[in-house]
């Protein structure tokens, strides 16, 4: 076993054996369901789409094609290409305070998504950074500490996403630009 495997296999027992605690059991749980982002997910909608406009509709397009990158290319093609079993599935002792999953593991999807959105939202409205980077680690230290995913998982996530990220905002980009050369100009 490779020195960065059992790195990897230790930090995974000290996030999800050594932090072990009901409260934030119940925590994380809430954090790693997506259905408890709906309400929060429409009002930003809302919120880019009427307060921010143009720029936050520009965004949400942004939003909208990079969380299809993201989900598609990690959950339908990355995961299964590479066919790491989950920690919960490879190792003893175990926490697993959300149940189990039935997937495989390498990247962790939340992670990827997290930061395809959180990478969007920064390069339309960096003074938001602190805050995109705290949700983007508690939602990884979520899947890490409920047994789901070692840190490895969360941290090819992170980079993966951040990449699709990019280039989400720059195929908006190339649009906005595109669509700003067609109207005519006032003379």
């Not at 980079?159 to 050369?181: C, D, H, K, P, T």
């Amino acid at each position: 076993m490779s020195l960065l495997h059992r790195l990897d296999i230790a930090t995974f027992y000290a996030v999800n054996n050594g932090f072990s605690h009901p409260a934030l059991d119940v925590f994380f749980s809430f954090v790693t369901e997506l259905k408890n982002y709906l309400a929060p997910i429409a009002l930003l909608s809302a919120y880019l789409w009427f307060r921010k406009a143009p720029k936050g509709r520009y965004c949400l397009l942004a939003l909208l094609l990079c969380v299809g990158l993201t989900d598609g290319i990690s959950s339908h093609l990355v995961k299964h290409w590479v066919q790491r079993l989950r920690p919960c599935a490879a190792l003893p002792h175990v926490l697993m305070p959300h149940g189990d999953r039935n997937t495989f593991s390498f990247p962790s999807s939340h992670a990827v998504n997290i930061a395809g959105a959180m990478t969007v939202l920064a390069l339309y409205f960096p003074q938001g950074i602190p805050a995109y980077l705290a949700i983007a680690f508690i939602i990884g230290l979520s899947r890490v500490y409920l047994g789901l995913h070692y840190p490895s998982d969360v941290l090819a996530g992170y980079l993966l996403g951040g990449l699709l990220g990019m280039i989400a905002w720059r195929a908006v980009a190339w649009i906005e630009a595109a669509a700003s050369a067609r109207k005519p100009r006032e003379v």
